[in-house]
């Protein structure tokens, strides 16, 4: 029993990790149901977005996996680290909170003023949030820091897949938004 006590332990990554994986799926169904089109274009996801989001949540699996096996270690990382992960969060929600508000077309406004992939970005903050608020030099916080690292690179590739999906979806508008905005914050 203590072992299974120890296990759900509050003081370990996986409330943080439970919290930004459900923000995530339960954000994008709700975003799906509110809008008039889904939020990943079908077309997009036809030939190429299905085998994005598989990865996707084997990913997300697999830090969640790992993520009850890491305590957090208090620190100023620790400080650092919850600056990043809630700043993520926080743009995670107001991001899914822009794509109810639009019902199709592309997105300008908001934290896209700021980046074309405000979603991505704010997924990112968390990620690296996260692995401060964990940071050890144990196996099991490694193999988090590699997965996590992963799926940023992961997430990398599907923001340039849906950049080509977009220009050819939206021609001169994406084009001139995309000589407006960075991809990320500042690159």
């Known amino acids: 029993m203590h072992l299974l006590i120890n296990f759900f332990s509050p003081e ?27 939020m990943d274009d079908p077309e997009f996801t036809i030939n190429r977005g299905a085998s994005f989001e598989i990865l996707n949540f084997v ?12 305590p957090f270690r208090y620190s100023i990382l620790f400080v650092i680290g919850s ?25 300008r406004k908001g934290l896209f003023k700021l980046s074309r992939n405000p979603l991505y970005v704010s997924i990112h903050f968390s990620i690296v949030g996260l ?19 992963a799926w940023i690179i992961h997430t990398h590739y599907i923001i340039l897949a849906e950049e080509e999906f977009l220009i050819h979806k939206y021609k001169d508008p994406y084009e001139e938004y995309m000589t407006r905005v960075k991809r990320y914050l500042f690159f």
Request: aromatic share 16%.
């Open 59 to 70: 990913i997300m699996f697999i830090l969640f996996a790992f993520s009850f096996t890491i």
């Open 131 to 149: 692995n401060l608020l964990g940071f050890c030099l144990s196996w099991q916080y490694i193999t988090f820091a590699i997965v996590s690292f």
């Open 12 to 38: 370990k990554l996986w409330t943080p990790t439970l919290l930004l994986c459900l923000i995530i799926v339960i954000g994008k169904i709700w975003v799906n149901h509110l809008r008039e089109h889904p």
């Open 83 to 107: 600056v990043l992960y809630f700043s993520g969060v926080i743009g995670l929600i107001v991001t899914l909170r822009e794509f109810t508000r639009k019902k199709r077309g592309l997105l």
